[in-house]
Structures are given as C-alpha cells and as structure tokens.
C-alpha cells in the first residue's frame, strides 16, 4: 500500500513490513472460509483491540474521518460485541473463531452490513438503521442486528421462540442453563427485551 494507507481484513494481522515507500500488510485467517466472506478493507483507520469477557480477541476498526457523536455512537454499539458473544455462545455453544471484530468505513452510500468472517462491516448510519427498526428502542434491534452479524444468521426466530416463549423465565431457556449461563450485562439485555416484547408484538413488530 501506498503512504496512508492502510489494511484490514479477516482472522489476525500477522506482519507489517513497508519498503521504498509501499507497505505490505499480512492477514491470516486459519479456520475455513467460503470465499463469499473474506474481506480486504483499503483506508485509514482507527484501530481498537482488545478482548471480550471471555478471553477473544477484538479487532475493530473504524474509519479515522468518524468523529464527535456519530463516532461516540459506533464506539457504543461495538462495545457490545462481548455481551452479544456471551448471548449467542449461550444459546449455541462455543464461538467457533479464534478472533472477532468489525469495519465501519465513512462511505455515504452504504446503507447494509457485509457479514464477513470475523470482520463484518458495518454502515457508519448503522445505530440510525436499528432505530428505525426499533419502532424507537435502538438498543434492542442494534443488539440482534449485531448479534446477527456475528453469527452469519437471522437471529428474529430465536430471540422471540427460543429466549421469550411464553411461561419461561427470561434467560433459562431452549438451549440455556439458566441465569448464570450469560454475564450480567447479557442479562439485563434478555429482561429489557423481555418486558417490552408483548408491547412490540402489539405494534405489529412480530
């Protein structure tokens, strides 16, 4: 890459080595991988690692030009990556990647989320996106729209059909052992969606 330039893409960032100007970065991605999901994102970026409760590591990187509010936002929403991991590692077992992360890049045609291998990339208007949604409540469908990222899967099914079925109680459920299954941030997700799961299904969400 050129001076100012900068690399990310799937699993781990092995080896930067720059010569006569021109920077190579090396990524390796070990598991197995379609094609479809691999990634290789070119700019300037603002890169954050660090590790979820559990011990994965977190690779986020979000376009240097993302700054003030919008920026506080992002930061806000990829925070959650460890609580959603806790959520879905719960209801499925072990997370099956050795690393985890995200991309928001400040393109303003981007309206979608890519669902890479370990490194989706999202839309700087993401948090706007899970509002609308939402009917109003941006935690709730910025959570699923997230969680959904991560795992490759339209999570809607499980969080109303597994988690909240009628007569259970809010986290020992289908597939979890009870409360202690998930950290206390995780449960106070499942019992805020809990509480206003019938006033969404009154609006028609569901």
């Known amino acids: 890459m050129p001076r100012g330039y900068e690399v ?4 781990f960032l092995t080896q930067v080595s720059t ?9 390796d991605a070990s598991e197995p991988m379609a094609s479809y999901l691999a990634t ?12 979820t409760e559990s011990g ?8 240097s030009a993302l700054t003030g509010g919008l920026r506080q936002a992002i930061d806000s929403s990829l925070a959650r990556q460890g609580e959603i991991l806790d959520v879905l590692e719960a209801a499925f077992g072990c997370y099956p990647f050795s690393t985890v992360g995200a991309i928001v890049d400040n393109q303003d045609d981007l309206f979608f989320a890519l669902e890479n291998r370990t490194r989706p990339v999202y839309s700087k208007y993401f948090q706007r996106w899970a509002k609308s949604q939402a009917g109003g409540d941006r935690s709730t469908a ?5 969680a959904e990222r991560i795992s490759h899967q339209r999570l809607d099914a499980l969080f109303d059909a597994w988690l909240f079925t009628p007569g259970k109680p809010a ?3 289908a597939g979890l052992s009870g409360p202690s299954s998930l950290s206390t941030a995780s449960q106070g997700f499942t019992k805020q969606w809990l509480a206003g799961l019938s006033d969404r299904q009154q609006k028609g969400r569901y």
Do not use: C
């Open 8 to 11: 990310v893409a799937n699993g």
């Open 19 to 27: 010569r006569r100007g021109q920077t190579t970065y090396e990524w």
């Open 40 to 51: 290789i994102d070119i700019g300037s970026w603002d890169v954050h690692q660090w590790k």
């Open 56 to 63: 994965i590591p977190v690779y986020d990187a979000v376009d």
């Open 142 to 146: 910025e959570f699923i729209a997230l």
């Open 171 to 173: 986290i020992a459920t």
